[in-house]
């Protein structure tokens, strides 16, 4: 019985030690002190466990951790300071250099992007707020020195204005790249939060059109929506981390409670093994010494009562030691299963998450986070294997007369019809996304210029031919796509940048057509 308890000790230990290393890993990342620890306890439980250790490390954590939930949210209410601080000097500011102007937009739109972690996107925002920063002080600079221009900075800037000139195009692109991701992300946000009055009215001036300085106003809202989301989610985060340490706590303690009672119970049986001992010492000298019969015969007796009794109260404690033992081995397996499903849980959420950050809450498409992703897998395999990969753009012709006219309700059914139409030309690793807007794209791996144009006629025809009818009225969908096959020398986006100017050039040539590589070399 003695090694079968044993054994189960042995194996309950190691299941439990098997658990913690397991669990520590949902901490990583939480601070340095923390991550330290963590590894410390990792190390006294990995092969041979020493108890001893890991009860201080864990009572170390225990410290640590008791006030992270508090330092969680101050350090989120900083982090939406420092954002709305900037915001407030580049407002004050009118940014006369479109350049200067586009790289401080660029960075409103970096806040966007969702990150792997709660921690990691505060860390992005004030990466971005020191670069605010940075751009607005070699601004006002800029601003002071031509105050007092000579006549050779005159020259210099006769040629400064000559590249704004040429930066004017690609920072009217940039505006409407943003006006596209800012359009995905107020769409996403109303989807969440239906009645928002202020989400509600971006929407209308986003339908409407927007100015430069009303778009940056705009951008400043979202932003503090998704930090107000990122404080509820550090506060939801903090809870199951409360949680989990407290869970943690607990185990630690009963894992002490076993090593005690161990160490008590192997004293005690040595202890009652010694006095065994004794008593069959003395039998032994009796037998030697004694002459008489019935005194021999009365001293043994005597000392196997003494020797019954404690043999008794030996069985006693044990049985009571196992006893528990068996509650305490029990009680650590109902803490280790109800940490099993918390943790089990918090991983479904986490995965719900992800998903959802990668998908367009209207269409149900990839979003522009997943297409970024899917697209240097792509390319990184275009690379390796020299196999073709080809990229389109599609965009829905007049889609902005559709929501004028028959009203937003209907741009959105217009955007799920076209995506269903859309994935019914998609098989096997292509890769459909909503880019933003009415815009698509599509990746295309192992398709070639001539295949990437029929895939692309395909898709005009099927929905040139497919009818809508809005308020009794039938209203024929068509679009335009550009398409590109990246070369050896084509980085990521000097091809998307190349079928994005196929697209335009499509929409010049009339709309409903398609322009490829092909159609370019001739």
């Not at 092969?47 to 969680?72: C, E, M, R, W, Y």
């Not at 900083?78 to 940014?95: G, H, N, P, R, Y």
Request: hydrophobic share 35%; charged share 25%; net charge neutral.
């Amino acid at each position: 019985m003695e090694d079968k308890q044993l054994q189960a000790y042995k194996k309950n230990n190691a299941l439990l030690c098997q658990f913690i290393i397991k669990l520590s890993s949902f901490y990583e990342g939480f601070s340095d002190k923390v991550d330290g620890e963590l590894k410390t306890l990792r190390g006294h439980l990995s092969g041979t466990p020493n108890f001893s250790l890991a009860t201080v490390s864990i009572n170390k954590l225990n410290v640590a951790l008791q006030h992270q939930d508090i330092s969680l949210r101050k350090y989120s209410l900083e982090t939406v300071s420092s954002i709305e601080d900037a915001m407030k000097q580049l407002q004050k500011i009118i940014f006369e250099d479109e350049a200067l102007r586009g790289l401080a937009t660029q960075e409103l739109i970096k806040l966007n992007q969702p990150v792997s972690d709660i921690f990691s996107i505060y860390r992005l925002y004030a990466r971005a707020v020191q670069l605010h920063r940075v751009a607005l002080g070699k601004h006002v600079k800029g601003l002071l020195s031509g105050d007092s221009a000579t006549p050779e900075t005159a020259t210099s800037t006769q040629r400064q204005s000559a590249e704004d000139d040429g930066t004017e195009r690609g920072s009217a692109h940039f505006y409407r790249s943003i006006f596209i991701e800012l359009n995905q992300l107020v769409t996403s946000y109303t989807e969440k939060k239906p009645n928002d009055r202020q989400l509600l009215d971006i929407k209308k001036r986003l339908d409407q059109g927007m100015a430069n300085e009303q778009l940056l106003e705009s951008c400043v809202v979202v932003l503090r929506m998704i930090v107000q989301d990122a404080m509820t989610e550090a506060s939801l985060t903090g809870k199951v981390i409360q949680g989990l340490h407290t869970s943690l706590g607990k185990i630690g303690e009963d894992v002490s409670k076993s090593i005690d009672g161990s160490k008590a119970q192997f004293e005690q049986r040595t202890a009652s093994n010694a006095e065994l001992k004794t008593y069959i010492d003395n039998i032994e000298e009796a037998v030697s010494t004694t002459d008489s019969f019935d005194a021999l015969k009365t001293q043994t007796q005597s000392c196997i009562k003494v020797l019954s009794k404690t043999l008794t109260d030996t069985q006693a404690s044990d049985s009571e030691s196992q006893t528990a033992l068996i509650s305490l081995l029990s009680s650590m397996q109902d803490r280790i299963n109800k940490l099993q499903q918390q943790t089990d849980s918090y991983k479904r959420k986490i995965a719900e998450q992800v998903m959802q950050s990668k998908t367009d809450a209207l269409t149900r498409l990839p979003n522009r986070q997943a297409y970024n992703e899917q697209l240097a897998i792509a390319h990184q395999h275009f690379q390796s294997s020299k196999k073709p990969l080809s990229i389109a753009l599609i965009d829905i012709d007049f889609f902005k007369s559709i929501n004028d006219k028959f009203g937003h309700s209907a741009g959105d059914k217009t955007l799920q019809l076209v995506s269903r139409a859309f994935k019914r030309h998609m098989a096997g690793d292509q890769f459909l996304a909503r880019w933003g807007g009415e815009e698509f794209v599509v990746l295309l791996p192992n398709t070639n210029e001539t295949k990437l144009r029929e895939k692309l006629e395909a898709i005009r025809k099927d929905l040139e031919s497919m009818q809508l009818k809005f308020k009794q009225e039938k209203v024929v969908i068509t679009v335009s796509l550009g398409g590109t096959s990246f070369t050896s020398t084509d980085t990521i986006d000097s091809a998307f940048e190349r079928a994005d100017k196929y697209l335009y050039q499509a929409k010049r040539n009339g709309r409903n057509q398609v322009v490829t590589d092909i159609d370019a070399q001739k």
